[in-house]
């Protein structure tokens, strides 16, 4: 492993720092609520189907909540009042909150306040109780089959239809992948709406659904028992349904989830204040389901040059990591985002990507990370391309890289096939194998190009962070100090779905995750 580069003490700085950066936001979240948030509620109580049309059953409520001005007060109180007015099922309370003008429901005593309160309490916890024991059941498979050594090996498949992706993930398991992500559907996370059932239909990749996450997991936890070796399962937690997703993932018993405090801003215009208020919810019910969260600072340096703007991804994973252990997420839940991204035909390129991995295991070094792999200068000559990615192979097992996505030497031409796939996977088993403990055998030296380069990004990441400290993360965001990418607090989609929390603003669930 590197030698020191950056000292302790500068490293606990920036940490610090980090965290008062995202005090101001933590303000706008602990005022305020999500139409996403709320629906995530009555998730959480059982409401997970769909009514006519196919809407989703929480649509319809928070819809109807939203339009008569009440729902800031919380769509669990109200799940309360419908229970209250004979509520027989999920379904059966939507209808009773439509048929009446909820903003003029007669007000209860305060002892019929605080009783109906106290039920639903009760309710809620017998729910987290439920999640709780689900989240065992997948743990104690983790536990009969334990994982492969890091790095685990990461794949995608993506072809829309649920059913041909089980086939693709058991192919995939089968030559040697650790972990399998269904890439969603393009443009799904800009639907306010979770899609409901399976699917098999969708373009650049499948709807996350509930049902579509309940299909692959059943079908990777009996790959996991046929090889004896415990395939975990990813998805996207991001867009304008992250928490409602969260939710899907941790009751399918999912292991990871893409879930970035960011990258819907930059890369999707989601509002700012709709993500941020968004994320912390998601990563409360990540907390607790013990969901790895990888981060997607790899993005900054595909739409910025990764020379250049390698410490803009060190400065977002300290403010990442500030988010989330805020939303209680422990160190070996971050698999903060970064990539082989430099381009090829710089000189030194290997010095210049092992010094920036090296760097980020040096500041986080209890974390797994997760190491994405050259896209941005792919080229259709698979051979080059090929080549390309077992580098990053490299320096994925020289930096104890925790999560590796693998690159496909078809990258620049089309979604990966099966075979592309098996290719990826015997190179990158055979370089782990090779190489596995080559950190402990080479020392760094600390006057040279890889150590120098290291404490250089991270001083111009501590600039960026001290700039977002005195300007406010905002501001710094809508200078495109972040993936060359400009976004505004009030702009992009989704604002209109955020509240102002009332004064009697209800939310056990919220309760319980904080630990109150």
Avoid at 17 to 30: G, H, K, N, W, Y
Avoid at 288 to 304: F, V
Avoid at 374 to 395: G, N, R, W
Wanted: charged letters at 25%.
């Amino acid at each position: 492993m590197p030698g020191p580069f950056v000292d302790d003490a500068r490293v606990a700085q920036a940490r610090g720092i980090a965290s008062q950066v995202i005090e101001p936001v933590f303000d706008l979240i602990r005022r305020h609520t999500t139409i996403s948030v709320e629906r995530t509620v009555l998730r959480l109580f059982g409401m997970s189907d769909a009514g006519p049309g196919g809407i989703p059953l929480t649509n319809l409520m928070t819809d109807r909540l939203k339009a008569a001005g009440v729902l800031n007060r919380g769509a669990a109180y109200w799940y309360a009042r419908a229970l209250q007015l004979g509520a027989a099922s999920p379904l059966d309370a939507v209808e009773r909150i439509a048929a009446l003008p909820a903003g003029k429901l007669a007000p209860l005593s305060a002892e019929m306040e605080g009783n109906l309160r106290a039920e639903v309490r009760r309710e809620a916890e017998a729910a987290v109780d439920e999640l709780r024991r689900r989240i065992d059941e997948r743990d104690a498979l983790r536990r009969e089959y334990p994982m492969s050594p890091a790095p685990h090996r990461y794949v995608i498949v993506a072809t829309g239809n649920i059913y041909d992706d089980v086939d693709q993930a058991r192919a995939a398991a089968q030559a040697g992948a650790d972990i399998i992500a269904v890439i969603r559907s393009t443009a799904q996370s800009l639907l306010d709406y979770v899609p409901h059932g399976a699917t098999s239909e969708g373009y650049g990749g499948t709807y996350a659904t509930q049902e579509n996450f309940r299909i692959m997991r059943e079908a990777l936890d009996a790959e996991s028992r046929r090889l004896k070796r415990y395939i975990q399962l990813t998805n996207y937690s991001s867009g304008l349904c992250m928490a409602e997703i969260a939710f899907a993932a941790a009751w399918e018993k999912l292991d990871m989830l893409l879930n970035d405090a960011m990258y819907g801003i930059l890369f999707r215009d989601i509002n700012m204040r709709r993500t941020f208020i968004d994320q912390y919810f998601s990563r409360r019910i990540c907390a607790l389901a013990g969901i790895i969260i990888n981060t997607g600072e790899d993005n900054y340096i595909t739409t910025a040059d990764a020379y250049d703007a390698a410490h803009t991804v060190i400065a977002s994973q300290f403010i990442n990591e500030a988010f989330a252990k805020r939303a209680g997420l422990q160190d070996w839940q971050l698999g903060l985002g970064h990539s082989y991204e430099i381009d090829p035909h710089r000189p030194e390129t290997l010095l210049l990507e092992l010094s920036q991995a090296m760097l980020i295991r040096r500041c986080f070094p209890d974390a797994p990370l997760k190491y994405m792999p050259p896209t941005k200068h792919k080229e259709t000559d698979i051979f080059f391309s090929h080549a390309y990615d077992v580098m990053a192979d490299l320096v994925a097992i020289w930096t104890r890289q925790g999560i590796q996505l693998l690159g496909m030497m078809t990258e620049a031409m089309h979604t990966p096939l099966l075979g592309d796939r098996y290719v990826a996977l015997k190179s990158a088993g055979y370089i782990h194998r090779a190489a596995r403990g080559i950190d402990e055998e080479f020392v760094v030296r600390e006057d040279g190009k890889i150590a120098n380069r290291a404490r250089f990004v991270f001083g111009k990441a501590m600039e960026l962070l001290e700039e977002c400290r005195q300007d406010g993360l905002v501001a710094a965001i809508g200078q495109g100090r972040f993936g060359d990418v400009k976004r505004s607090e009030t702009g992009g989609k989704g604002l209109e779905g955020v509240m102002e929390k009332s004064p009697d603003y209800f939310n056990p669930f919220l309760d319980i995750l904080e630990g109150r």
